[in-house]
């Protein structure tokens, strides 16, 4: 088999490869709290600094700052060392939703210059708080929890203005404040209902595509799918990086349909695709040609290992018994890629390399060169494998 430094380093799909090169949702949230985070710290390192300052500092804001301090320190240390992002999420939101509630709380036991003071700062991690509840929560359950930490956002402040005899026409800054904080919300609820449409659409989309792109009995990429395969097989091989193809048929699968029935032929054709998935790993791209011919995709390989590997297929199909209770066997036709190919003469010469392999018997390998002349007078290259065929 070809070494680990020989094979590919790329998926096995064009999609596969491009996703491989991007990180996943996951990554890129881990990496924006780990941003917040910072940002969180140094708002904390201003707020802090500008009280202790102050000849008379707030301590009931000193201390809910500080109080952040240690989540933001444990958050951190939680993300970097790539443990589950789902638990950070929901305590640091429980933690700062806890710290909102009894901020405003307070509001209701303190003087009415404070009652605005600690609405407004509670509005801002209200704020954070509903991105972070659309963040980790379904839609619905993250807009019940932000209307209703709103309602009690906004009831808290007036009652308490009311409580202490207070006269509302004389708090417009706080009515503002709470209108702003409103607005955001519904913005905030309007973009998570079009981020939801449109993941659902884009999930329909993947899913078309996967179809379309997919062999419906062996799961295997389609005819379709290999054609993108094989056109990124002869873009490396522009670039001086090897590759080869590999078009294999199931020898006499008519006569395998005729005696013993097409479900026993959709069973060869599924064990074979199962056979060809295992023994190729990360290898290369095994697809269904159509019919019973199956395709192979090999970059980064030379011919001589890829003579290698479709020998030891060979091989391993011709040991397996199946349902039937006899063996199948197959023919291989493989060439390599060059400079100047496309995709037709490409596949041509792996088709004419199997023809060849027919002719001589089945069962066997054939090799053609990608220099190899295509014209109809074409004789047969010499067969790479000479073993009894089975009868």
Request: aromatic share 8%; net charge neutral; glycine share 6%.
């Amino acid at each position: 088999m070809p070494t680990p430094e020989q094979r590919r380093p790329s998926e096995l799909t064009v999609q596969a490869r491009r996703s491989r090169l991007a990180p996943t949702s996951t990554d890129l949230r881990r990496r924006v709290y780990l941003w917040a985070i910072a940002l969180g710290v140094g708002v904390i390192v201003i707020v802090l600094s500008t009280q202790l300052r102050s000849p008379s500092p707030d301590y009931v804001q000193v201390g809910m700052v500080l109080a952040q301090l240690p989540l933001c320190i444990w958050a951190t240390w939680w993300l970097l060392r790539g443990k589950p992002l789902v638990v950070a999420e929901r305590v640091v939101f429980a933690v700062n939703a806890l710290i909102t509630l009894f901020q405003l709380l307070l509001t209701l036991t303190n003087d009415s210059a404070q009652v605005v003071w600690l609405a407004s700062s509670a509005y801002w991690l209200l704020t954070t708080l509903a991105i972070l509840a659309f963040l980790i929560f379904e839609n619905r359950q993250a807009l019940l929890f932000s209307a209703g930490m709103y309602l009690l956002g906004v009831l808290a402040p007036w009652a308490a203005l009311l409580w202490k005899g207070q006269a509302f026409s004389s708090f417009a800054n706080l009515l503002r404040v709470q209108l702003s904080c409103g607005v955001v919300l519904v913005l905030l609820s309007v973009l998570a209902w079009y981020r939801e449409r449109f993941a659902a659409e884009r999930g329909e989309r993947l899913s078309m595509e996967q179809l379309a792109n997919t062999d419906m009995l062996t799961g295997l990429p389609n005819r379709r799918a290999l054609y993108s395969e094989i056109e990124w097989l002869i873009s490396e091989a522009r670039t001086g990086v090897g590759g080869c193809l590999i078009l294999l048929d199931i020898d006499h699968f008519k006569r395998i349909n005729d005696a013993f029935g097409h479900n026993v032929g959709d069973e060869v054709l599924i064990r074979l695709s199962e056979l060809l998935r295992t023994h190729l790993k990360d290898e290369g791209t095994v697809g269904r040609w159509g019919g019973e011919e199956f395709l192979i995709t090999l970059p980064g390989l030379s011919p001589e290992l890829v003579e290698q590997l479709a020998e030891q297929l060979r091989r391993k199909l011709e040991e397996q018994i199946f349902s039937h209770g006899q063996g199948v066997t197959a023919s291989f036709g493989l060439t390599c890629c060059a400079a100047g190919d496309d995709l037709q003469s490409c596949t041509t010469r792996a088709d004419r390399a199997l023809y060849a392999a027919k002719k001589a018997g089945r069962n066997r390998v054939v090799s053609l060169p990608s220099d190899a002349a295509l014209d109809e007078d074409m004789q047969a290259p010499p067969v790479l494998d000479t073993l009894p065929v089975r009868s």
